[in-house]
């Protein structure tokens, strides 16, 4: 039997709640994200950053290659409402997390042989047990997301969050060790699991095969399931391929560029998915040239103010790593104005995820995002051969133009696509963010040395 799903009344207000809610998460996230680096940086050695984020990859990558879109389905689907087809999908979640946490083991050993460091070999299976865990998460998540409430799971995803920042700094205290960065995580994802039984509304879920519920997630699943494992490649691929090609240490620098440098491309995923994707289920631009106009505006916004976090991040990037940070990481600074100038271009193309889902045209999204996985690869490839990290920094932007007209060409299909507002906001940012890269030259040039 189908619940009455909530009322779709008051969505510009439910809306702009998702929106302040989506934002103090991510504000709060990302704070607690930059005093643990501030702390742990000082505590241990770049290289603890560098293996962590060779053990980051491979475990999205397990995650990512088994990913059938559970959570998008529940958000999505129209029987995202349905006990049958909520018990079902945690079910299957749960099956997942099982296999990620047995593959974690298969793979731990050829991991530590390629990158030559025989602790990967431990670390892997332990960080795998988080995959494990999170197969139990309630599918009241995705519920809460589906119907724009997401003000409890703010602050259940902040409080564990706090929870493994407290345990990581006092690990790091008493370890000095990488190990230290594992178990404040395993904490964190026990919390958020218990919670989102006890603390979050809706259904109480049980171990359930409905084989109609099954045969809807696979079907809207597959080509989530094909995306995901082409997202790895656009996520994931420059730490894997810097890995090989670079020390450690040297990686570690890189991960702190990362978390500043790609700031706004995190408050995308963070807010975007959840305030845009259910907008776009229930006000499609397809429906309606009214639709289109509420939507389109509404992405504009989104899309701005994202596009204008760049701007300060490309001129004062180098001197928040030289305050934030020890002379170890310097050359963080030049790497954050590089992506700051290469995210426009990433953030355009990102905002218009959701919409070819929301027509269940999962389709074509696996198309865009295959063939921009593909050219990104090889682009880093190339790049990290000829210039290094600046051509690792650089790929998925160009990556991001070379497939535009596609996209372009794909949402015209569903009334959807912006074409004259992107190129006129990607020619401001470009030129602003531009002129920041000549005056940090300097800096820059030392990444090619």
Not at 230 to 245: E, P, T, Y
Not at 350 to 362: E, F, T
Request: proline letters at 4%; charged letters at 15%; hydrophobic letters at 55%.
């Amino acid at each position: 039997m189908v619940q009455n799903p909530q009322p779709e009344t008051g969505l510009k207000q439910r809306a702009m709640r998702g929106t302040v809610f989506s934002l103090a998460e991510f504000g709060a996230s990302n704070l607690l994200r930059l005093v643990s680096n501030l702390i742990l940086t000082r505590l241990l050695f770049p290289e603890a950053f560098g293996m962590m984020a060779i053990v980051q990859v491979f475990m999205s990558g397990l995650q990512m290659f088994s990913d059938v879109g559970i959570r998008t389905s529940i958000t999505l689907s129209k029987s995202g409402d349905d006990p049958d087809y909520l018990n079902t999908a945690w079910t299957v979640q749960i099956l997942r997390g099982a296999i990620l946490w047995l593959a974690a083991f298969a793979i731990s050993g050829p991991v530590a042989r390629f990158y030559d460091e025989p602790l990967l070999a431990q670390l892997l299976p332990v960080v795998a047990l988080n995959a494990l865990f999170a197969g139990f998460m309630s599918t009241n998540i995705a519920t809460a997301n589906r119907h724009l409430r997401l003000g409890r799971q703010t602050m259940l995803t902040i409080g564990s969050q706090v929870l493994a920042l407290a345990l990581n700094i006092a690990l790091a205290f008493w370890l000095r060790s990488v190990w230290a960065l594992i178990w404040g995580g395993l904490a964190s994802t026990v919390f958020m699991v218990v919670a989102s039984h006890t603390l979050m509304p809706g259904i109480r879920n049980r171990l359930r095969w409905h084989r109609a519920s099954f045969s809807d997630l696979i079907r809207f699943g597959k080509w989530i399931f094909l995306s995901t494992i082409a997202g790895f490649a656009m996520n994931q691929a420059d730490r894997a391929i810097l890995g090989k090609f670079i020390t450690l240490d040297q990686l570690g620098v890189y991960t702190i560029a990362f978390f500043f440098g790609n700031l706004p491309i995190l408050m995308a995923r963070a807010t975007l998915g959840k305030i845009l994707g259910p907008l776009y289920r229930m006000r499609h631009p397809s429906k309606s040239e009214a639709n289109r106009r509420n939507v389109l505006k509404a992405r504009r916004l989104a899309v701005g103010g994202l596009v204008a976090m760049t701007v300060p991040l490309a001129y004062g990037g180098g001197l928040l790593i030289e305050l934030l940070y020890d002379p170890r990481y310097v050359l963080a600074g030049p790497m954050v104005v590089l992506f700051a100038f290469a995210l426009p271009l990433q953030l355009v193309s990102l905002a218009y995820g959701g919409i070819l889902l929301a027509v269940g045209d999962s389709r074509r999204q696996f198309y865009l995002t295959a063939m921009t996985a593909t050219l990104q690869v090889a682009l880093m490839l190339v790049g990290v051969m000829t210039v290094g990290v600046v051509g690792v920094i650089l790929a998925p932007a160009l990556a991001a133009m070379l497939i535009y007209p596609l996209r372009s060409r794909y949402l015209n299909l569903h009334n959807a696509d912006d074409p004259v507002s992107d190129m006129m906001l990607l020619a401001v940012s470009l030129a602003l963010n531009g002129y920041a890269c000549w005056l940090h030259k300097d800096g820059l040039l030392q990444l090619l040395s």
